[in-house]
């Protein structure tokens, strides 16, 4: 009797307390259940009983007698007609429940993403997840399997391509825009939820209830073309960033050593192409209201636009004024100019005059 007794199981429990194991199969030895063997099952836990590869009956945290009332499956499986009065086999797993936290996530290879903004682009995407176990069946039917302690390490290398596989379709359903992720990974988590874990329960029996994404990137190029994008944007108006830039540069030594207004040939293209648009902005047809009388070219009047930009035709004399908005600069720097010797003049009573022949030698 002592012999028989040590070849039945009386007790069946899991007690091991560490922080990552998923299931765990009881150990029988070749032993077999005897009738009223005591089950106790902690919280969070969950034993599952397979029979020659079946599924067996579930049983919840709490101190189970094992009997014919108790567990029906089995005995539908085992075809106990009378109720079964003699000792049993079967495998028993215990599956952790509890929630597993920080569990890292991330694209081993760039997903393809068709993006409102970019097109198709591939992106990277990282973070953690947490996760329970809601259905012991399909969990140990597609993840665990067989396995005799299963870890939550395996459980990552397991789970970590597919977790990206349904990350990847979720954001596609999602279409948020790349540029837009940075600043929604919090929603973007929340939001992607409720279309993960459907699949993660129906095809795992997992359900995540934390889903973070830490980071979404680009190939580099891409971002180079963002930046671009970027400082585009930061610039505004092109024309007036033009206008300013050349402003800016006029009136500095040249790189070459020369010095004054015009010393390089950049600066002299510029310069007649924004004489050009000045006055194509400022002449006005005739007749009209409001138009600016017409200069003659002996003695165009101070301030006016010079009707040679958009005609093509040479004035004689310029005034000051007329000279340093075809140069696009200040009449004072034109006077300092005119001052120092370097653009030739000659003062008509209270105003310098200016002949384009000497203009022109000046910009030489």
Known sequence: ????????????????????????????DDKEIKRGAQLIVRESQVAQFVYLGAFGDTFGPGKHTLTTDNIPILTTL?????????PFKADIYFVTTRLFTGNKWGTSNP?????????V?????????????????????EVAGTDHHFHLDE???TMRSRVVSVFSEALAQSRVPVLDVARRYSELGGSLLPLINPVMTAKYGIEISSFIVENVSVPPEVEQAIDKRSSMSAI?????????????????PAAGGGSGVGGMASELAIGLAMAKQFSDQFQQPSGAAGATPTATPGNPPAGAAPPAAATGQAFDLLSPAQAAQLMGVSE??????ITA????AKKIGETFRISRAALDEFLK
Do not use: C
């Open 121 to 141: 682009v591939r992106a990277r995407a990282f973070g953690i997840y947490d996760f329970k176990v809601v259905d012991p069946r399909m969990f140990l039917k």
């Open 78 to 86: 085992k075809s106990w007609k009378y109720g079964f009065e003699s």
């Open 236 to 252: 505004g108006n092109l024309n007036d960033y033009v206008k300013f830039q050349m402003a800016q540069h006029i009136g500095q």
């Open 155 to 157: 459980f990552a290398d």
């Open 332 to 337: 004072a720097d034109v006077v300092a100019s």
């Open 111 to 119: 997903i393809m993403l068709r993006d409102e903004d970019l097109g």
């Open 1 to 28: 009797m002592n012999f028989i007794r040590k070849e039945l199981i009386e007790i069946i429990e899991f007690t091991d307390d560490s922080r990552d194991t998923l299931s765990w199969r009881f150990p029988d």
């Open 341 to 344: 010797g370097d653009l030739k």
